[in-house]
C-alpha cells in the first residue's frame, strides 16, 4: 500500500511540474480514448500555436484484418474534395485560362435557355440552382452523360436568387477543368495542387494507394462498407456523379499541408483570389460525409488550433467528437458561435434557414434514392 501512495504522489509531483500544453495534450488523448471505448474509429490531429498536440489514429482501420489506425491511415474525406476543385478553378482563373464570369453556355453549348447563362461562380458558390444530386455516387455514369442529365433537370431556383448545396454544380466544374487543361480531374489535381506542396498520399487513383493502407468504413450494425476504391468507379476516376465534388482520399497530415498551403501561403493561389472563397482570419469548419465516413477541418484562427478528425463508424461521427474536443479546447460548439459544420464556401450552412433545409431534405426523399438521403442525412443533420 505504501508503494503503491509513494508510486502515485511522484507521478502527481511528476505531472505538476508538466507544461500547460503537455497537461492538455493529455486530456485530449484522454477524451479520445473514451470516444474508442465508445466505438469510435479514425484519425485525429490538433494542433495550436503551431505545437502538435495530438496526432493519433484509434481503433480498427480494418476490423477483419486486425490493422489498427494511425495518423498515416488512408481516409475519404468526402466533400472536402470540393476544395480542391475550387483552388483549381481559382488557379486557372489567375493564369487566365478561364474567368468566373463565364457562363455554362461558354462550355456547353447546348445548355438550354434557363442554364446556359449561369456563371461558374454560381456554380462555386452554390447559387446555379441545381440539386444536390442526379443518381448515385457509383451509378456507371460518364463525364457527357452527367453533362446531359444535369442540362434536362429542372432547376430549384433561379440562378443566382439563393444558395442551395449541390454536388451536380461542382461535378460540371470537374467537367470545365477537364475541358479546360485537357486532363482527367485526378491528373489535373495530383498536377496542379498536390506535388507543388508534396502530397503524395492525397488523390483517387494516382497515389497508387495499397488496400492496406486505407481505411474501412462500419455501419452502426457493425458491418463493413468497405473502402473507397473498393466501390465502382472509371478507369480514371470515380463516376461522374462523384467526381469534383467528393470521393478523394487522404491523410490527416496531408489535409493538414494542404489547409496550411491554402489559408497560409500564396503557393498554391493568390491571396486576392484565396479572398473570394476562404478567409484566413475566420473560423472555418469544412466538412464531408458519405453517412458512414465523415471527414472534418476546423480552423480557429482566434486561437490558433486547428483540428482534423477522421472518422469511419457510422455510430461515432467526427461531430460528435469534435465537440468533446472543443469542451477540453475551450472552443464553443458548433452553433454557438462556433463554426458551421459542413459548411463549404459559399454553401448554405447546416444551420441555414429551415425552410431551405426542409425543401432540399423534400427533394432528397422525394428523389428514391437510398444512398443520397444517406447521405443528406450524415452531411446535414447532428447525430
Not at 473570394?276 to 475566420?282: A, I, K, M, S, T
Not at 484562427?301 to 463508424?313: C, F, G, H, M, R
Request: aromatic fraction near 8%.
Amino acid at each position: 500500500m505504501l508503494t503503491s501512495f509513494t508510486a502515485m504522489l511522484a507521478l502527481l509531483l511528476i505531472a505538476g511540474t508538466l507544461p500547460a500544453q503537455d497537461h492538455l495534450a493529455a486530456r485530449l488523448d484522454s477524451t479520445m480514448r473514451v470516444a474508442e471505448s465508445n466505438g469510435f474509429t479514425g484519425a485525429v490531429r490538433i494542433e495550436r500555436g503551431g505545437v502538435v498536440l495530438l496526432k493519433q489514429g484509434y481503433g480498427f482501420a480494418d476490423r477483419a484484418q486486425r490493422i489498427r489506425f494511425s495518423p498515416e491511415t488512408v481516409v475519404q474525406i468526402g466533400s472536402n474534395t470540393k476544395d480542391f476543385t475550387a483552388v483549381a478553378m481559382l488557379q486557372l482563373q489567375d493564369r487566365g485560362s478561364l474567368s468566373m464570369r463565364d457562363s455554362l453556355g461558354t462550355y456547353f453549348p447546348t445548355a438550354p435557355a434557363e442554364k446556359r447563362g449561369i456563371t461558374l461562380q454560381q456554380l462555386l458558390e452554390h447559387r446555379a440552382g441545381f440539386p444536390l444530386g442526379i443518381g448515385s455516387d457509383f451509378e456507371p455514369q460518364s463525364r457527357q452523360s452527367m453533362i446531359d442529365s444535369a442540362m434536362r433537370v429542372r432547376l430549384l431556383f433561379t440562378p443566382g436568387a439563393r444558395e442551395s448545396y449541390s454536388n451536380t454544380g461542382f461535378s460540371l466544374l470537374a467537367a470545365v477543368i477537364e475541358r479546360v487543361t485537357g486532363q482527367s480531374y485526378d491528373a489535373h489535381i495530383e498536377q496542379a495542387i498536390l506535388a507543388p506542396i508534396g502530397l503524395r498520399r492525397t488523390g483517387f487513383l494516382r497515389p497508387g494507394f495499397a488496400a492496406r493502407d486505407l481505411a474501412h468504413g462500419y455501419l452502426p450494425s457493425g458491418a463493413d462498407a468497405g473502402t473507397m476504391l473498393g466501390k465502382p468507379h472509371a478507369p480514371d476516376g470515380p463516376y461522374w456523379n462523384l467526381r469534383g465534388n467528393g470521393g478523394m482520399l487522404s491523410t490527416v497530415d496531408d489535409m493538414h499541408a494542404f489547409y496550411a498551403a491554402l489559408f497560409g501561403t500564396e503557393r498554391l493561389i493568390t491571396r486576392s483570389a484565396r479572398g473570394q472563397l476562404f478567409d484566413p482570419d475566420q473560423p472555418t469548419a469544412l466538412a464531408g460525409s458519405d453517412g458512414v465516413n465523415f471527414f472534418l477541418y476546423d480552423r480557429e484562427p482566434a486561437s490558433l488550433t486547428e483540428i482534423i478528425i477522421a472518422s469511419t463508424n457510422a455510430a461515432a461521427k467526427a461531430p460528435m467528437i469534435r465537440r468533446e474536443l472543443g469542451r477540453v479546447l475551450g472552443l464553443p460548439d458548433p452553433g454557438e458561435g462556433g463554426p458551421q459544420v459542413a459548411r463549404r464556401p459559399g454553401a448554405t450552412p447546416a444551420t441555414g434557414p429551415v425552410a431551405a433545409r426542409l425543401r432540399a431534405l423534400v427533394a432528397t426523399i422525394n428523389s428514391a434514392d437510398s444512398a443520397k438521403v444517406r447521405r443528406f442525412v450524415g452531411e446535414y443533420f447532428a447525430p
